[in-house]
């Protein structure tokens, strides 16, 4: 095989939207709590998502990007009656550990979002999708057949919380983060290695000196908006960093919350 050929295929392959389940080895599961930081996370969290959630009178939630399980449990101590789904069984497995440990029994779904409604046959009062974990679907159809997915496992005025970096602000100005809200382990150096229109390919260095990557597709804030409105949902607002009002290249992530 020609090398720019070999080339042209091994792009395709990282851009494609199923790479993320290779690049979630048991390896790097095992480390993604470091990465995240409960304490940090909640720390910088506060109470944004329980107050989303509670003033829309949500009380079955699914949580679609499970990962470890951070906001299932959370969620489930503050009350509500959480689903948690996952592409990935490691990830599961490791969110269902550290329920246990928290004397919690998570309800736990392994399932591709852009076939939810073949492995699930329930409707939720909100369904999050957070972690930046959207950003994995590289094709616009993914992303279409899974906001449509997310969109008929909702009930009726139900919310989508979704969210994602601010790729705008890499795109335009290089990447920088104020390390508050998310990847706040002191411990973890998180950047991007490679940053274009078409991906951003995230280098994770961990205090054992172990390299772990990540492929991500870089949404742009009006993008994701766009779609979701495309696809049905309605009263779109989005946050930067929680807050209403911002500076569009300031915050770290941007928040969507749309109703169905």
């Not at 392959?13 to 979630?24: A, D, H, P």
């Not at 909640?42 to 003033?55: A, D, P, S």
């Not at 789904?85 to 490691?90: E, F, I, M, P, R």
Request: charged share 30%.
């Amino acid at each position: 095989m020609e090398p720019i050929e070999k080339k042209r295929q091994e792009s395709r392959k990282t851009k494609n939207s199923n790479f993320y389940q290779q690049q979630y080895q048991d390896s790097f599961v095992e480390k993604w709590d470091a990465l995240i930081d409960w304490e940090g996370r909640t720390k910088g969290e506060g109470e944004f998502f329980i107050r989303e959630l509670q003033k829309r009178k949500s009380q079955k939630v699914l949580d679609a990007a499970t990962g470890t399980g951070y906001h299932s449990v959370r969620l489930l101590k503050s009350g509500f009656h959480v689903h948690s789904a996952d592409g990935k069984q490691n990830m599961l497995a490791k969110a269902f550990y550290n329920g246990r440990r928290q004397n919690l029994l998570l309800r736990t779904i392994h399932s591709d979002w852009r076939a939810l409604t073949k492995n699930i046959h329930e409707t939720y009062d909100a369904v999050i999708c957070l972690g930046n974990s959207f950003t994995h679907l590289f094709d616009e159809s993914d992303r279409r057949k899974t906001l449509a997915e997310f969109y008929a496992v909702l009930k009726p005025q139900g919310v989508l919380i979704l969210d994602q970096r601010n790729y705008d602000a890499m795109l335009d100005e290089g990447f920088s983060s104020k390390h508050l809200f998310y990847y706040v382990g002191e411990k973890v150096k998180a950047e991007p290695e490679y940053l274009a229109d078409d991906l951003v390919r995230f280098r994770y260095e961990f205090d054992d000196q172990s390299v772990h990557f990540l492929n991500m597709f870089p949404l742009q804030r009006d993008y994701t908006r766009s779609l979701l409105g495309e696809v049905g949902f309605q009263n779109i607002k989005t946050y930067g960093d929680f807050q209403e009002t911002y500076k569009k290249n300031e915050p770290d992530f941007f928040i969507h919350v749309a109703e169905k």
